[in-house]
């Protein structure tokens, strides 16, 4: 264990993006679970991933806006067909979001077969590398993050339907995929919002980011000391923080609690 490695310079950034994504991904997460479709995240973050590596199998210069387009196209185009499969199915719609993540998944694989860096490419999707992030890429997920909070604060993505729901959701994963990974987008979207499932206190979201945000930091202070990679660690941190934090609320692990 090595305090030298707490170096803010390094861990500041990442926590700013690990706060950036949570603004977001709260709320969200809260509708995903009042709607019971737990998977979207996951199949949305894989179709995004899916954009970005067809792109860089296209040629297109990594980290351009191009490969930024590709992914936005991409994962709005699975927000639409999402959109069309809750309206001709919606019965269905969990098992169709579970066909679209794998059928993304593998045709991810697909692509990368010929690349001899594919396995580093897939791991960077998964997992994320949200210690290298940079400036430009914090304000970009700032200013997508700050767009998308306006307009689930003044309902403007009500007026969409269902279509808006998916198209925020796609904007949401997309700024957050390739900087904090598919496990990351995953756990920071379902855990804080699960944990919040027993309280009963005021200001739920609220809480539900300070949760998240304390996981954030733990994890990454953790993973320093460790010297262990940090987005799997800030993942076993919310997931925790999270189970103790509903076990401590009244009624937890009672029969009928809610």
Not at 32 to 53: M, P, S
Not at 88 to 110: R, S, Y
Request: net charge neutral; glycine share 12%.
């Amino acid at each position: 264990m090595n305090a030298a490695a707490l170096d803010w310079t390094l861990l500041g950034p990442a926590l700013v993006a690990g706060l950036l994504v949570l603004a977001t991904h709260v709320p969200l997460g809260m509708q995903v679970l009042d709607r019971g479709i737990v998977f979207i995240d996951l199949a949305i973050a894989q179709i995004a991933g899916l954009g970005v590596i067809a792109a860089d199998a296209a040629g297109l210069p990594e980290g351009g806006v191009a490969v930024q387009v590709a992914a936005v196209c991409a994962a709005l185009l699975g927000a639409l067909l999402l959109t069309w499969t809750e309206r001709k199915a919606p019965e269905q719609q969990e098992a169709l979001i579970g066909v679209m993540f794998i059928l993304a998944a593998c045709a991810g694989i697909l692509l990368l077969s010929g690349n001899p860096h594919g396995g580093e490419h897939l791991k960077e999707l998964l997992v994320g590398q949200i210690l290298w992030v940079n400036t430009t890429q914090l304000i970009w997920l700032g200013a997508v993050s700050a767009v998308l909070l306006a307009a689930l604060w003044f309902g403007w993505l009500a007026r969409l339907g269902r279509f808006g729901f998916y198209g925020a959701f796609a904007l949401a994963v997309t700024a957050s995929v390739q900087l904090v990974g598919v496990y990351l987008v995953f756990s920071s979207l379902i855990i804080p919002a699960l944990a919040m499932r027993a309280y009963r206190g005021r200001h739920r979201q609220a809480v539900a980011y300070l949760l998240g945000a304390a996981s954030y930091a733990l994890g990454l202070a953790l993973s320093a000391l460790l010297d262990l990679p940090s987005g799997a660690v800030i993942v076993w941190t919310l997931a925790a923080c999270g189970l103790a934090f509903a076990w401590a609320q009244p009624g937890a692990g009672r029969p009928g609690a809610g």
